[in-house]
Every structure is written in structure tokens, then in C-alpha cells.
């Protein structure tokens, strides 16, 4: 009897111990989430704002910075038939792979322009991010008949 008190004890302490650290995790989670939402990037196409989920990276980073001092205005041209391309007036770090990209994506090209496709290529690149509830037709209406003028800054 004496052993299962002492057991039922330490159950106990571990349990509180357990549940101080979850309130903890969570506490710092909660304030994690406020402050990147106060930096977060926001992506405007011609006065239009276009919903991002920008990946978490070292250019994405970079580009925060960058926004932190001022909108970033970028004149965009569409090359290829599926894309739209604009030089950032500044390199970026770059961590380019070779990938295949689709319709929606946010990528970094030679560290210093931002391409934005509305079709699909396969070339080294950086991911920055990706366009969320767009179709393909909404992309290629968006992109595909006219040079654009995008904007990024922070919220």
C-alpha cells in the first residue's frame, strides 16, 4: 500500500509537470503566430491581393526584410507563354534546385527576379511560394495577355 502512494504521488507530480509544459508549448506557439502575423508578406497584382502560402525560407526571409524598409514595387513581363518575370532590383540568397513548376508557383530565378508561373516549366530555381484558390484559367486571365505590375509589403 505504502509503494502504490508513493507511486500514485510521483503519476501525479509527472502529470502536472506535463501539463505546466503543454500550457508553456502553447503559450510560445500563441505568440509566435501574433508576431508573424504582424510580419506577414503580402502579395498585390495589379491593385488585386492575392492570397500566398509563402514558404519559409531563406529568401522568403530576405524578401521580408526588404518589404520591412518599404513596399517592393516590381514590373513584371510575361516571357515564354507561361510565365511573368521581374527583376527585384536586389540578389537574394538562393538555394536553386531543379524542379518542375506548376501553375500558381513563386519562385526565385538567377537571385535577383521573381517569376511567377501561370503554366509550367522545368529549370533551377528557388521556391518562395505558391498561389492558393486561383485555377488555372483565373492565373492565365490574370497573367496571360498582359504585362503586370505586382507589389509586395507587409501586414
Not at 486561383?134 to 503586370?148: A, R, Y
Request: charge should be negative; charged fraction near 30%; glycine fraction near 8%.
Amino acid at each position: 500500500m505504502k509503494h502504490l502512494k508513493k507511486i500514485l504521488v510521483i503519476l501525479a507530480f509527472l502529470l502536472l509537470i506535463g501539463c505546466a509544459r503543454d500550457n508553456e508549448a502553447e503559450s510560445t506557439t500563441e505568440k509566435e503566430e501574433v508576431s508573424m502575423s504582424k510580419d506577414e508578406l503580402r502579395l498585390r497584382i495589379d491593385d488585386r491581393m492575392i492570397e500566398v502560402e509563402w514558404l519559409e525560407n531563406e529568401s522568403v526571409e530576405a524578401l521580408r526584410g526588404l518589404a520591412r524598409e518599404g513596399t517592393i514595387e516590381i514590373a513584371m513581363s510575361m516571357y515564354g507563354g507561361f510565365e511573368q518575370v521581374g527583376n527585384i532590383g536586389t540578389a537574394l540568397p538562393r538555394n536553386d534546385e531543379q524542379t518542375v513548376t506548376e501553375c500558381g508557383d513563386i519562385v526565385l530565378y538567377s537571385g535577383n527576379q521573381i517569376v511567377i508561373f501561370y503554366g509550367s516549366n522545368s529549370w533551377s530555381y528557388t521556391r518562395l511560394g505558391r498561389i492558393l484558390n486561383m485555377s488555372k484559367d483565373e492565373l492565365e486571365t490574370l497573367f496571360g495577355d498582359h504585362d503586370v505590375r505586382i507589389e509586395l509589403s507587409l501586414e
